[in-house]
């Protein structure tokens, strides 16, 4: 079996020297199988902005799973409505000790936002029960 002529070449592709010194790298270097294309993302599952952080979008953010529990809302991933009480009071219960736990820090609008957040969440939970019954 003849093999001369044949071989193979080897190409270093260490970022680092002998002296771990950092080597200069060269894109045209590498074939054009070799370079990873750049994956776009889709624009048409373009997420929604997140909202700014602060404590009424904490609120905010807890009244919305407070009333995906309730039924009132639909399900984004499945687009269902189901209703889970006691879910919907545990998070109605973790808006309440936010209250009380924030209580002299808030200013005017913080506070009338979860007042009125507290108030319609806990009218549409006694809704709820006695819906039930």
């Known amino acids: 079996m003849e093999t001369e002529g044949k071989g193979f070449t080897v190409k270093d592709r260490r970022s680092f020297g002998e002296e771990d010194d950092l080597k200069e790298t060269k894109q045209a270097e590498k074939p054009a ?3 990873k294309e750049e994956k776009k993302p889709k624009e048409e599952h373009k997420a929604p902005p997140l909202p700014e952080v602060n404590f009424n ?3 905010f953010s ?3 799973s407070a009333l995906l529990a ?3 809302i639909a ?3 499945t687009g269902e409505k189901r209703e889970d009480l006691p879910m919907a009071k ?5 808006i309440s000790m936010l209250k009380d736990k924030s209580k002299g820090n808030l200013d005017s609008e913080e506070q009338k936002f979860i ?3 507290l108030t319609d969440l806990r ?3 006694v809704k709820a029960v006695n819906s039930k019954k």
Do not use: N
Not at 90 to 94: E, K, Q, Y
């Open 70 to 72: 309730l039924g009132e």
């Open 62 to 64: 807890l009244s919305s």
């Open 33 to 35: 199988s070799e370079t």
């Open 90 to 94: 545990h998070s109605i219960d973790i």
């Open 75 to 77: 399900d984004p991933q």
């Open 57 to 59: 979008s904490l609120i």
């Open 115 to 117: 007042d009125s957040m």
């Open 123 to 125: 009218l549409r939970y």
